[in-house]
């Protein structure tokens, strides 16, 4: 059975920083786009950042951009998002996702995505 688990949420002052993490486990994603979408109360999903290690690639959104960093370890099968100068709108459940094949197109879709987490909760405080 394939599973992404999310850690490394927390509650974090604006300006902080925190380190998601998202474990993949059940097959490997070493040449499929991963990446990561958030959800705040009572707004819809948002895509946050994706990244193809096989094309060297990644796209952020650009309320992210500069601040938040996709990488990924293949040996640990495991994503990571550095989010740094954190605001109090970035404040969300954070998604980690996987596409089911292979391939180089990051897409910023929510359905171009066929693997997700059960999220972990980020909160920043003023």
């Known amino acids: 059975q394939v599973q992404l688990v999310e850690s490394g949420g927390g509650l974090v002052q604006a300006g902080g920083s925190l380190r998601l993490a998202c474990a993949a486990s059940?097959?490997?994603?070493?040449?499929?786009?991963m990446g990561w979408f958030r959800q705040a109360p009572g707004k819809e999903r948002e895509f946050v950042a994706a990244?193809?290690?096989?094309?060297?690639?990644?796209d952020y959104a650009d309320s992210v951009k500069g601040r938040f960093t996709i990488s990924r370890d293949n040996a640990k099968n495991t994503v990571y998002l550095q989010m740094n100068s954190l605001k109090p709108e970035d404040t969300a459940v954070y998604y980690c996702?996987?596409?089911?094949?292979?391939?180089?197109?990051?897409?910023?879709?929510?359905?171009?995505?066929?693997?997700w987490g059960r999220g972990t909760q980020v909160t920043v405080s003023s």
């Open positions: 996702v996987a596409r089911l094949r292979a391939g180089t197109y990051v897409p910023r879709g929510e359905y171009e995505y066929y693997y």
């Open positions: 059940g097959r490997t994603f070493d040449n499929n786009v």
């Open positions: 990244g193809s290690w096989s094309a060297g690639s990644a």
